[in-house]
Nanobody, 119 residues
């Protein structure tokens, strides 16, 4: 089992910055993929950024150049630095862990943290 707890959401004006953090505990290791997804009202959950098991970072096109994902394997945390925020970034942001069980990938989710960007 893996537990994920997000923090750092809030209200910010367009052009501002926020930093989200996610603390992972339980059966998590540096080999597991950690990332951030978001879900805006009336929309499907989408990938924002991910740190793959091989150390590669991937970003959604809409956040490239503005968001930066980072990871601390010693502390089992993953963070998302969000700069130049836009109203369309408003969403609930979820931390995600992908863990290989030996036969399939199992996905874990945090409860989410709300980010609201005002225009």
């Amino acid at each position: 089992q893996v537990q994920l707890v997000e923090s750092g959401g809030g209200l910010v004006q367009a052009g501002g910055s926020l930093r989200l953090s996610c603390a992972a505990s339980g059966s998590i290791s540096s080999r597991n993929e950690l990332g951030w997804y978001r879900q805006a009202p009336g929309k499907q959950r989408e990938l924002v950024a991910v740190f793959t098991s091989s150390g590669i970072t991937n970003y959604a096109d809409s956040v490239k150049g503005r968001f930066t994902i980072s990871r601390d394997n010693a502390k089992h945390t993953v963070s998302l630095q969000m700069n130049s925020l836009k109203p369309e970034d408003t969403a609930v942001y979820y931390c995600n862990a992908k863990v290989w069980t030996g036969t399939y990938n199992r996905f874990y989710w945090g409860k989410g943290t709300l980010v609201t960007v005002s225009s």
